[in-house]
Every structure is written in C-alpha cells, then in structure tokens.
C-alpha cells in the first residue's frame, strides 16, 4: 500500500512539472511576447525564417507554411470594413505570412504561431492561436 502511495506521488510530482516546465503554459500573450523578444516587428522575414528554423530544431516546432503572396487570418477578431476579409469576416494581416505549430498543453490545446509581414517582408504581428482538438 505505502509503495503504491509513493508511486502516485511521485508520478503527480513529476507530471506537474512537466506541465509548469513548459512555456506553452503560459497565457497566449505571454507566448506572444516570447516570440516578438526572439523577433521584434520591423523584423525582415529572412530572419524570422532563421529563428522558425531553429525552433524546428531545438523545440520541435513544425513549420506549417511559409507564404510570400498571403498573410494571415486572424481568427480572434471580426472587422467588416477590414480592406482584405476572409468570408467568414476575419481579416487577413500582412502580406506575406509565415505559420508555425508550436506544440501542444494539456493534452488537447494545441498552440499555433502566425507572423505577418508587410509587402516589403517586413514583420507588423504576430498572432498566436490555442486550438481544442
């Protein structure tokens, strides 16, 4: 019984650390800040390639598209005069983008990074998406 005890103990200790470990617990706009430390707006895209590319390596982030006639959508926001609109409403940022899928928390949200550029590749934001799947 005491080593069954011990067992959950430590399997609950190991777990919440895990959990507290990693970066993607952190509220989204905390994520967002990491990432606009690691590449700040003005930014050209070239480098925010080098840094995705290093995440790939070291974090295990997956490169999900790399475009250089799109940018984003941004999913969190509605704007019905935006000039370049999605048909569901949400607006398209930049003109250029590059999105990234930076991994998962609890077990089922799973946390995307998108970067916009402008129509000279330089970074204007930075969205990050948590989904449920």
Known sequence: M?????????????????????????PL??????????TPLGTEMDEVIEVVERGA?????EIRGISHNMGYVNYSIRIPDWPDIT????????????????????FFWHITASW?????????????REILH
């Open 2 to 26: 005491r080593k069954k005890v011990t067992v959950i103990i430590v399997t609950i200790v190991v777990a919440g650390i895990a959990v507290f470990t990693n970066h993607l617990q952190k």
């Open 29 to 38: 706009s905390m994520i967002r800040n990491d990432i606009l430390w690691q």
């Open 57 to 61: 390596r070291l974090k295990g982030w």
């Open 87 to 106: 048909a569901s409403g949400h607006p398209v940022i930049g003109e250029k983008s590059i999105r990234v899928y930076l991994g998962k928390r609890l």
């Open 116 to 128: 916009g550029f402008d129509k000279d590749g330089k970074l204007i934001d930075v969205y990050i």
